[in-house]
């Protein structure tokens, strides 16, 4: 620790922090405009200058690391005069009249700082040059005009994201932010993520959705959990009206510190499908509005008799999105309550029953996601997080620059290809083979880290090599970068999970076990999983494979889940289908009853996230009459069954060994 003083008062910070950062923890307010917690200090703006005794000059407090007995001081007549100048400076570059700019009014970082060292007007002469402004891309806007190059921006599209699209073209006055060589951001490398949007800190990029929708201080922040995918990034909704106005990611977020992607971010503000708002029945072969009452007593009425008849009786399956709650509900009424065989989820298991087998013997070997942010080498092997769970994807997209290892596997080939320093596309399904093979080089050259035998290396070796079809050269050197590695990861998705091997997963683990990815301090082994409560359905046992085999009803709770079509094929051969959806869907056209429900925004509820993270999401909007919540639904039927179900939702979800633990 290190003792300094700013203004007057005494503080110790770690050694390492910026004086801005200690001023900061020490609640004074040095203004900044460059400057971001989530990004490298830049020094760039000068607004942060400070006097330091024994300094002659001022400095810039952001890239300036504490020293032991640092005398500090932030409000000098003398820095308050230089910090109007460079506010002026700035002002007159650019078009920053803000009675025309979105941000203006509270959300400007600029105007909040004008304001702050009490400045009325700009002394100089602001420049009239048009500088150029890109409308290309879906989802945002970016005004070179607005711009005050702080380059936030670019760090957060190089430093979160990973994906460096945006840099800095031209010199001093004429420097503009640009996509790539200079192309339309709507026809660039952007991944549509809007850390960008997210970060800066004038009206430069603004979001087409919520422009002119209102000020932080006018729209309230809900914090919440994106229903996306298995990351379960923290997310912040911002709502007004009863409507979600902007989308950002949640800066205290344990995994995604503010990072989201164009999935979680822009995907559920665009929405296109038809929502339900009317319970309907099929009539004369086609679906009419009925009323909640007649539904509600047609479904029960049909399922009702069907209780304890396991294999003819009813099937039912659930949608992986849908909250905690709802699934132990499902759950309780469907397996428990009407002894129903077939009671599974839409994703069936596919990216969790192996690892759920194998948890089921060993217990928890999964570790956090969070183990990506220190690993040196990371082996990915079948998942596509460039394009699935795109924000694991951007924790080792932003390392690879540092000089993190990339080893992907992937008979097909996926994005992150071309960013490996080693890309394997083995046969499809020769992953034990391959594992096998590593292996059995790790040991043969020595380099293990815990003492494992195989047993006729050169053998496996030469197995791996036929069953793979790749050259020995490669398989040698990916097994020879995991070895050298101080910490490697190795994550795995669903071209593994899908297989429903557990003994796949096991050779995978003690690959991990063999070149230090797991020890007595680190867990660097974890797969991710498909939807936001994959691991909460697994948990609750609903990971079996789909089949009808003389069932006299389906119920699928879908929720605001999609349908793919493979589920519609299977279900319509169903004598009776109950869906329980807030969209209108192919699968809802062919029901015989179709209950609307509530989305993720309109319901509260739990998530388990791939590594294991109970997470609760709030509500944020009413729901539109006529449209219930779905474990109400699920209870109603229940009730009209004089089946009352009784869940306790977190118990149910300890019951089964997890493969990571859960907390
Ligand atoms: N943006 C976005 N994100 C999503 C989803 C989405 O629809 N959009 N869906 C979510 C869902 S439901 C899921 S399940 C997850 C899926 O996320 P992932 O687990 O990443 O699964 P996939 O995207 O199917 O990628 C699997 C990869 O495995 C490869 N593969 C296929 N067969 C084999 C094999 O035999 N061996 C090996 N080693 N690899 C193989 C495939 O080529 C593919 O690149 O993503 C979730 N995230
Ligand atoms: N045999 C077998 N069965 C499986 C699986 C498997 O690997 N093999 N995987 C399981 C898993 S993990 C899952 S998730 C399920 C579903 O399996 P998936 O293969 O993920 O389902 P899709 O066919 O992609 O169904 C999703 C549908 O919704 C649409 N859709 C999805 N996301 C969006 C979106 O963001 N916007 C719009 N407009 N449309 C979208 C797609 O166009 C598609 O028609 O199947 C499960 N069943
Ligand atoms: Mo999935």
């Not at 032991?68 to 002026?88: D, Q, W």
């Not at 009206?203 to 919520?210: F, K």
Request: charged share 20%; proline share 5%; net charge negative.
């Amino acid at each position: 620790m290190v003792q300094i003083t700013i203004n007057g008062k005494q503080i110790e910070v770690p050694e390492g922090t910026t004086v801005l950062r200690a001023a900061e923890l020490a609640g004074i307010d040095i203004p900044t405009l460059c400057d971001h917690k989530e990004l490298t200090p830049y020094g760039g703006c000068r607004l942060c200058i400070v006097e330091v005794q024994g300094f002659r000059v001022p400095i810039a407090s952001c890239t300036l690391p504490v020293s032991p007995n640092m005398v500090v001081n932030t409000e000098t007549p003398a820095l308050k005069k230089s910090r109007k100048f460079v506010l002026s400076m700035l002002f007159s570059e650019r078009n920053h009249f803000c009675p025309f700019c979105q941000v203006s009014g509270g959300d400007c970082d600029l105007q909040n700082a004008a304001y702050r060292e009490e400045m009325t007007h700009w002394p100089m002469q602001p420049g009239w040059n048009g500088y150029p402004v890109d409308s290309s891309h879906p989802y945002f806007v970016l005004d070179n005009n607005r711009c005050i190059l702080c380059r936030r921006c670019v760090r957060a599209c190089a430093e979160m994201t990973g994906n460096f699209t945006l840099s800095v073209a031209e010199r001093g006055a004429a420097s503009i932010i640009v996509a790539d060589t200079n192309v339309p951001l709507g026809e660039s490398t952007c991944v549509k993520c809007g850390a960008c949007v997210q970060v800066c800190p004038t009206g430069a990029l603004i979001d087409r959705t919520s422009a002119y929708q209102g000020h932080e201080t006018e729209i309230t922040p809900v914090k919440s959990v994106c229903v996306g995918c298995s990351v379960g990034c923290s997310v912040t909704l911002r709502v007004r009206d009863n409507r979600i106005v902007r989308i950002e990611g949640d800066w205290d977020g344990v995994v995604n510190r503010g990072s989201l992607c164009e999935h979680g971010r822009y995907h559920p503000m665009t929405e296109s499908r038809q929502r339900i708002t009317t319970p309907l029945m099929k009539k004369n072969g086609k679906l009419e509005p009925v009323s909640w009452d007649e539904a509600l007593g047609a479904v029960a009425d049909k399922l009702k008799p069907l209780a304890g008849d396991a294999h003819n009786g009813v099937a039912a399956i659930a949608s992986t999105r849908l909250p905690a709650e709802v699934l132990a509900s499902f759950r309780a009424l469907f397996a428990e309550k009407l002894g129903a065989q077939m009671v599974t989820s839409t994703e069936e298991g596919m990216t969790t029953a192996a690892v759920a087998a194998l948890a089921a013997k060993t217990g928890a070997f999964e570790g956090r996601l969070d183990v990506l942010k220190t690993a040196d080498t990371v082996l990915c092997i079948g998942a596509n997080v460039a394009k699935s769970h795109m924000v694991a994807g951007f924790l080792i997209k932003r390392a690879l620059p540092k000089g993190m290892k990339l080893i992907n596997i992937d008979p097909e080939g996926d994005a992150l290809d071309e960013l490996a320093d080693v890309a394997l596309k083995n046969q499809p399904g020769s992953d034990l083979a391959l594992i096998e093979g590593l292996k059995a080089i790790v040991i043969k050259e020595n380099l293990g880290r815990v003492p494992m035998a195989v047993p006729n290396a050169d053998k496996v070796i030469a197995s791996a090599v036929e069953t793979t079809g790749l050259p020995l050269e490669k398989l040698t050197l990916a097994a020879r970068m995991l070895a050298h590695a101080i910490s490697p990861v190795i994550l795995y998705g669903k071209g593994i999970t899908a297989q429903r091997n557990e003994q796949l997963i096991e050779a995978l683990f003690n690959l991990a076990v063999l070149v230090g990815a797991v020890d007595q301090e680190r867990v660097g082994f974890l797969s991710v999983k498909g939807e936001a409560n994959s691991l909460a359905a697994a948990q609750f046992g609903l990971d079996a494979q789909f089949a009808l085999n003389g069932q006299q009803a389906v119920y699928a709770a879908i929720g605001d889940d999609y349908v793919s079509k493979y589920l519609v094929e299977r279900l319509s051969k169903a004598p009776y289908l109950v869906v329980q959806a807030a969209y209108e869907s192919k699968l809802t056209e062919q029901a015989d009853v179709v209950l609307p429900v509530t989305i993720w925004s309109e319901q509260e509820g739990h998530y388990v996230s791939m590594d294991g993270r109970v997470q609760k999401a709030e509500k944020a909007i009413i729901a539109p009459e006529g449209v219930r919540e779905n474990g109400a639904v699920l209870s109603e039927i229940a009730m009209r069954m004089n089946m009352p179900i009784h869940t306790d939702w977190n118990k149910s979800l300890h019951e089964r060994k997890s493969s990571v633990v859960l907390s």
